[in-house]
Structure formats: structure tokens, C-alpha cells
């Protein structure tokens, strides 16, 4: 999941919507009729075909001007088989799902593949779809700005005035469909997406950002779901939404980060940087404290140097997934002086803008944030102290502290009314939805839903750390239906 998100400040009230309101205000559309599927472009599983479908800029004005989401399928190859739609709810906010089924058709088991049509999409504002972009200058698209993290000296000064700058650039350059994208538009949208494919109900299986928009569409449309997996969840808190999941970085990196140190002490590993587990953790506080005083050149990387707070973004990515740990461990490595440095990998200006630009739509549409500088300070100057591995980034300042724009409705509170369809699956340890978040989605739900926890670290679950016992739990609700009767637990796999 990538995340852009941030902020504390005084709080606000914030009236919240009931379940049952949200779906009254946007009846069957009996105009959405059939897509018009056709072949991909670029580089997909041949059988995954593509269409647009056009839904209203504002569901208030459904008449209006249109926009249009970009949706992709790959049909069962068992007619007689088939349940229905699996939809598949990306990541981010930001990320696209269009590539989804074609990445899921090669890792689900074939009695999920009989049973349903994988449909993805591109939501509102990302790739395919009717896009957006900021316009911003190519050094505000460094993640050390995007996730930011204070000076040296623990001065937020110039985080402020990233801040502000791209607020304003965003909201001058945005236009109406920035300004129209939200979590509660994305759950209509997916409602639209449902009545087009001429479904009465769909099952979906969302992840990361996509675990919150999958709640907020089963809790907004709730007779309209059919099995819902919502896998590596965010805390749904209605008073901080986003700003939340960005203070859960500091709990999931310091649950996740002991992975790391006992497979960069291992004594077979060959990016080995430490004899013991206890000697990783100081290590990468000194390096990186060290990289603070006096960074390292990097050329073609944005910024063009290795910074202790690019060294601490690298160490937050290389947390999603135990593959990227050689990523961080080289890092470390040459930042000590070991190795050579890596070639940057810097992805294309174009997409950054992309996903940054309905990032900041999402987080900033869907809550209004505090917008005090000197409790944004305050914040972080703590937080650097309880939590070093982060170093005040999950409670630092965001565009969203200077978003113009009020949020046009307040944000959906999850509830347990209606069907008890949901399933949620959680890694112990993950860094960016971290496994006490998970638990106040599931409280949220009730008895609505049950949780599998898995006993293992990383970001995503279902299919995406070999654990067979999480995994059987799945497949077996999504081809029978049938949930536990009660939470599951299963350990590491061997």
C-alpha cells in the first residue's frame, strides 16, 4: 500500500453518517446498462478484456457532467461454475487496479477462478480513467517530501512550506474531478461498476487503502454485497480516516522491523550487516543519524543524495515484504561504506503526479485535518523520541493541513448493520496497517465479520506469504461462503 498521509493538530468535530442513509441517497441507476469490453492495451493476460464505463463528476447532479472509469475483467472459464464478480479494490489511495485480475489470475486456486469473473478497476482520477495530476515541480515528488520527515535538528519548517505549496499547487491545478474524489464517491462508483456488469450483488476483495473503501461500500450498500475479504486493514476512525494510517507507520514499523534484524544478522546471508539481531536496530540509528550530518552524493536518485531520512524511507518500503529486505540491507551496506551505491530506481514523473494528486483528493476530501503548525511540531518533536525508527514522519505535517476545500460530506462510519459477510485477514506484523488497526475495523463490524490473523510480517496476506492455513481460510469463504464461527489464529508457516 502506498501511503500519503499525515497529520495531528486540534481536533474537530465531525459529524459521521449512519450505515443505511448513504445507499438510500443513491438509488438503482436504471440507465447504466452493458459494457463495451474489448482488448487491453499493454502487456496483460490475454484473456483480460477492457471497457469505460461513465459515471456522474457529483452523484448529487447524477445528469451532469460525466467521467469515466477504466474497468478490466478476465471471465471464468467455468460458465456453469460461476457465482458471480469478484472485484478486486486497489490499493493507495491512488493505486490503480486495472492490472489486477490479470496479477490475480496467476496466484488464486482454480476453485476461486471457476466461480468467478475478476473484474478490476481504475478508480476515479488514477491512470485509465478520467485522470488528474498536481503539476508539481519533480522535487516535490520525492517520498522523503511526500511522507515527511523532520530536519536534522527536528525542525519542520521546510515540511510546512512543502505542505502549503503542494495544497495550493494541487487545488489550483486539480480541477473539479480532484475536488470530486473521495472514499464514499469511490464506494458509488463501485455501486455503478456492479449495476453495469448487471450483477445483483458482488463479492470483492480489497487490500490496504482498498480494506477501507471495501467497508465503506459494505457499509454504504450493504444488501448489495455478496463475500467481502478485506486483507491488511486500515483503522477506520471517521474522526481521523487517512491521518490515522499515516500515525500507524510508527506502531508497524517498530512490530515489523525485528524481522529485519534477525534476517540481516543471519550468518548464511550474504547482505549480512550485523554478528546479532540486538546489534541491527542501533546500527541503522547511527547510519542514519550519521546520513543526517552528512549524506552521501546520489546521483539520479530524487533527492540526488542518500539522506538518513531517504535512508528511513528505504527502510519503511523495504518492511512491506520480506523480498525487499536485501533492498534496505545494501542500502545499509553502502552507507557504511561496503559497497558500491545502488542504481536509483525513480519512477516516471507522470505517475507520480498521478497517484500523488488523487492521494491528496482522497485524504484531504474525506476528513478536514487540524491545521496548527505549532501542534504539528509538538507532535513530532515526541514522536521522534518514542518512536526513532520513524522519526516523527507519521505525525508530521500534510497538504491536507492546507486543503481550501471543505469535505463535501462527512466521512462514513463502519458499522456492523447488515449481512455478515466479511472477512479480514492481517498479518502480526505489518508495517503499514498495523494489526491494532486491524482489530478496530473488526470491532467496527461486529459480528458482521470474522478475522484470520496470521503469525507473519509484511504487507498483504491472502496468497502473499505462504501460509496455508490464512490462505485455506479465504478460499474456503470465498467458494463456499462459509466463515469461521469464530476468529482465527494460525501460526508462522514452517
Given at each position: 500500500?502506498s501511503k500519503l498521509?499525515g497529520?495531528?493538530?486540534a481536533?474537530?468535530?465531525?459529524?459521521v453518517?449512519?450505515?443505511?442513509?448513504?445507499?438510500?441517497?443513491?438509488?438503482?441507476h436504471?440507465?447504466?446498462?452493458?459494457?463495451d469490453w474489448?482488448?487491453?492495451?499493454?502487456?496483460?493476460?490475454?484473456?483480460?478484456?477492457?471497457?469505460d464505463l461513465?459515471?456522474p463528476?457529483d452523484y448529487?447532479d447524477?445528469?451532469g457532467r460525466?467521467?469515466?472509469l477504466?474497468?478490466?475483467?478476465?471471465?471464468?472459464?467455468?460458465?456453469?461454475?460461476?457465482r458471480g464478480?469478484l472485484l478486486?479494490?486497489?490499493g493507495g489511495?491512488?493505486?490503480?487496479?486495472?492490472?489486477?485480475?490479470?496479477?490475480?489470475?496467476?496466484r488464486?486456486p482454480q476453485?476461486?477462478l471457476d466461480r468467478?469473473?475478476l473484474?478490476?478497476?481504475d478508480?476515479r482520477?488514477?491512470?485509465?480513467s478520467?485522470p488528474?495530476?498536481?503539476g508539481?515541480d519533480?522535487?516535490?515528488?520525492?517520498m522523503?517530501?511526500?511522507?515527511?520527515r523532520?530536519?536534522?535538528?527536528g525542525s519542520?519548517?521546510?515540511n510546512l512550506a512543502t505542505a502549503r505549496?503542494?495544497a495550493e499547487?494541487?487545488?489550483?491545478?486539480g480541477?473539479?474531478?480532484?475536488r470530486?474524489?473521495?472514499t464514499a464517491?469511490e464506494?458509488r462508483?463501485?455501486?455503478?461498476?456492479?449495476q453495469?456488469?448487471?450483477?445483483r450483488?458482488?463479492?470483492?476483495w480489497g487490500?490496504?487503502y482498498?480494506?477501507?473503501?471495501?467497508?465503506?461500500?459494505a457499509?454504504?450498500?450493504?444488501?448489495?454485497t455478496?463475500?467481502?475479504v478485506l486483507d491488511?486493514?486500515?483503522?477506520?476512525?471517521p474522526?481521523?480516516v487517512?491521518?490515522?494510517?499515516?500515525?500507524?507507520?510508527?506502531?508497524?514499523?517498530?512490530?515489523r522491523f525485528?524481522d529485519?534484524?534477525a534476517w540481516a544478522?543471519?550468518p548464511?546471508?550474504p547482505d549480512?550487516v550485523?554478528d546479532?539481531p540486538?546489534?541491527?536496530r542501533?546500527?541503522?540509528?547511527?547510519l542514519a543519524?550519521?546520513?543526517?550530518a552528512a549524506?552521501?552524493p546520489w546521483?539520479g536518485a530524487?533527492?540526488a543524495?542518500?539522506s538518513?531520512n531517504v535512508?528511513?524511507e528505504?527502510?519503511l518500503?523495504?518492511?512491506?515484504a520480506d523480498?525487499k529486505?536485501?533492498?534496505?540491507?545494501?542500502?545499509?551496506?553502502?552507507?557504511?561504506?561496503?559497497?558500491?551505491?545502488p542504481?536509483?530506481?525513480?519512477?516516471?514523473d507522470?505517475?507520480?503526479?498521478?497517484?500523488?494528486?488523487v492521494?491528496?483528493?482522497t485524504?484531504c476530501?474525506d476528513?478536514r485535518w487540524?491545521?496548527?503548525?505549532?501542534a504539528?511540531a509538538k507532535?513530532?518533536?515526541?514522536d521522534?523520541?518514542?518512536?526513532?525508527?520513524?522519526?516523527?514522519m507519521?505525525v508530521?505535517?500534510?497538504?491536507?493541513a492546507?486543503?481550501?476545500?471543505?469535505?463535501a460530506?462527512?466521512?462514513v462510519?463502519v458499522?456492523?448493520r447488515?449481512?455478515?459477510?466479511?472477512l479480514l485477514?492481517q498479518?502480526?506484523r505489518?508495517?503499514a496497517?498495523p494489526y491494532?488497526?486491524a482489530l478496530?475495523?473488526r470491532?467496527?463490524?461486529g459480528d458482521?465479520?470474522?478475522?484470520v490473523?496470521?503469525d507473519s510480517?509484511?504487507h498483504?496476506?491472502y496468497l502473499?506469504?505462504?501460509?496455508a492455513c490464512?490462505?485455506?481460510?479465504v478460499t474456503?469463504?470465498?467458494v463456499?461462503?462459509?466463515r469461521p464461527?469464530?476468529?482465527?489464529y494460525?501460526p508462522?508457516?514452517?
Amino acid at each position: 500500500m502506498s501511503k500519503l498521509t499525515g497529520t495531528t493538530l486540534a481536533t474537530l468535530a465531525v459529524t459521521v453518517l449512519t450505515a443505511l442513509p448513504a445507499a438510500a441517497a443513491v438509488p438503482e441507476h436504471s440507465g447504466a446498462g452493458g459494457l463495451d469490453w474489448t482488448t487491453c492495451q499493454g502487456r496483460v493476460d490475454p484473456r483480460q478484456q477492457c471497457a469505460d464505463l461513465t459515471v456522474p463528476l457529483d452523484y448529487n447532479d447524477p445528469d451532469g457532467r460525466q467521467i469515466t472509469l477504466a474497468v478490466s475483467r478476465i471471465a471464468t472459464a467455468k460458465p456453469g461454475l460461476r457465482r458471480g464478480v469478484l472485484l478486486t479494490v486497489p490499493g493507495g489511495p491512488g493505486g490503480s487496479g486495472i492490472g489486477l485480475p490479470t496479477s490475480a489470475v496467476g496466484r488464486l486456486p482454480q476453485s476461486v477462478l471457476d466461480r468467478y469473473d475478476l473484474v478490476g478497476f481504475d478508480p476515479r482520477g488514477v491512470g485509465g480513467s478520467t485522470p488528474v495530476s498536481c503539476g508539481l515541480d519533480h522535487s516535490d515528488l520525492a517520498m522523503v517530501k511526500l511522507r515527511p520527515r523532520p530536519a536534522a535538528d527536528g525542525s519542520i519548517d521546510t515540511n510546512l512550506a512543502t505542505a502549503r505549496r503542494v495544497a495550493e499547487t494541487c487545488a489550483r491545478n486539480g480541477g473539479p474531478v480532484l475536488r470530486s474524489i473521495s472514499t464514499a464517491n469511490e464506494a458509488r462508483d463501485i455501486d455503478r461498476i456492479r449495476q453495469a456488469l448487471g450483477e445483483r450483488k458482488l463479492s470483492a476483495w480489497g487490500t490496504s487503502y482498498g480494506t477501507y473503501a471495501g467497508a465503506v461500500y459494505a457499509t454504504m450498500f450493504p444488501g448489495r454485497t455478496d463475500r467481502i475479504v478485506l486483507d491488511s486493514n486500515d483503522d477506520p476512525d471517521p474522526s481521523k480516516v487517512g491521518r490515522g494510517w499515516l500515525a500507524a507507520f510508527g506502531q508497524g514499523a517498530e512490530d515489523r522491523f525485528p524481522d529485519f534484524a534477525a534476517w540481516a544478522s543471519a550468518p548464511d546471508n550474504p547482505d549480512r550487516v550485523a554478528d546479532t539481531p540486538e546489534q541491527v536496530r542501533p546500527l541503522f540509528l547511527d547510519l542514519a543519524a550519521r546520513l543526517d550530518a552528512a549524506p552521501l552524493p546520489w546521483p539520479g536518485a530524487n533527492p540526488a543524495e542518500l539522506s538518513g531520512n531517504v535512508l528511513r524511507e528505504s527502510m519503511l518500503n523495504s518492511l512491506y515484504a520480506d523480498a525487499k529486505f536485501p533492498d534496505l540491507a545494501r542500502l545499509m551496506l553502502a552507507g557504511l561504506g561496503r559497497r558500491p551505491l545502488p542504481a536509483p530506481v525513480v519512477p516516471p514523473d507522470a505517475a507520480v503526479q498521478n497517484t500523488l494528486a488523487v492521494s491528496v483528493g482522497t485524504l484531504c476530501n474525506d476528513v478536514r485535518w487540524p491545521a496548527d503548525p505549532a501542534a504539528y511540531a509538538k507532535d513530532t518533536a515526541a514522536d521522534r523520541v518514542a518512536r526513532p525508527l520513524t522519526a516523527g514522519m507519521p505525525v508530521n505535517v500534510m497538504p491536507c493541513a492546507f486543503w481550501p476545500f471543505a469535505p463535501a460530506e462527512p466521512p462514513v462510519r463502519v458499522t456492523g448493520r447488515g449481512p455478515a459477510n466479511v472477512l479480514l485477514a492481517q498479518n502480526l506484523r505489518d508495517p503499514a496497517t498495523p494489526y491494532s488497526g486491524a482489530l478496530k475495523l473488526r470491532a467496527a463490524f461486529g459480528d458482521r465479520a470474522r478475522m484470520v490473523t496470521v503469525d507473519s510480517g509484511g504487507h498483504d496476506v491472502y496468497l502473499a506469504n505462504g501460509n496455508a492455513c490464512g490462505d485455506a481460510v479465504v478460499t474456503d469463504f470465498l467458494v463456499t461462503g462459509r466463515r469461521p464461527a469464530e476468529d482465527v489464529y494460525c501460526p508462522a508457516a514452517d
